[in-house]
C-alpha cells in the first residue's frame, strides 16, 4: 500500500471491516499559531517532544499526545472547505493503526457504525490516512506512518520516531 502515489485513495469492499483497538494515540488541536500554542502548554510546565516542529508540536500524556497542528492545515487535511464557517471544530482524535491494511477497513467500520466518510484513505507523504465523523459530528482520523514508535501495547511513544 505504501508504494502507491500520494493522492492515491484506497477503498474497501462494504463488507469488509476491522475493528481498532480501544485506544487513542493523539488529540490534535487545530490553532491559530503553532509556535504561540506551545509556548502556552511549555508555560504551563509541559515539556514539548523533540520530534515535533515548527508546524506540528507535540506533548507527551503518557502513552498519546496532545498535538499542535495550523487550524488551516488541520481543516484542509480534513477535507473542510475552511477553518472557518463551516462547521468545522478544530479538534480530531487520532488513531494511529498497526498497518496500513487497516486504515481503510476501521473507516469503513465507522461509516457501517454511522459515521461519516470526510476523506478516504489516502495515501500521504508520510503514509495512509482518512477521517470519519462521528454521528456527533466529532472528527477521528485513522493513520499510518512508519515513522511512529509504539511500546508493547500499542502505547505512542511520544519522543520517538522511526
Known sequence: MLNKPV?????????????????????????????????????????????????????????????LISREDLAKDARYESAEGSGFPGIALIYLAETPEEVPLILNRAVKAGGSLLKKATRTEWGIAGYFKDPDGHIFEVDYEDAWVFDEEHRLVVDKMN
Open 7 to 67: 493522492g492515491h485513495q484506497f477503498t474497501v469492499a462494504e463488507t469488509e471491516s476491522i475493528a481498532p483497538s480501544q485506544r487513542l494515540h493523539m488529540v490534535l488541536l487545530g490553532v491559530q499559531s503553532v509556535p504561540r500554542s506551545a509556548a502556552f502548554y511549555e508555560s504551563l510546565g509541559w515539556k514539548k517532544s523533540p520530534t515535533g516542529h515548527d508546524g506540528f508540536a507535540k506533548f507527551d500524556l503518557g502513552g498519546y499526545s496532545l498535538s
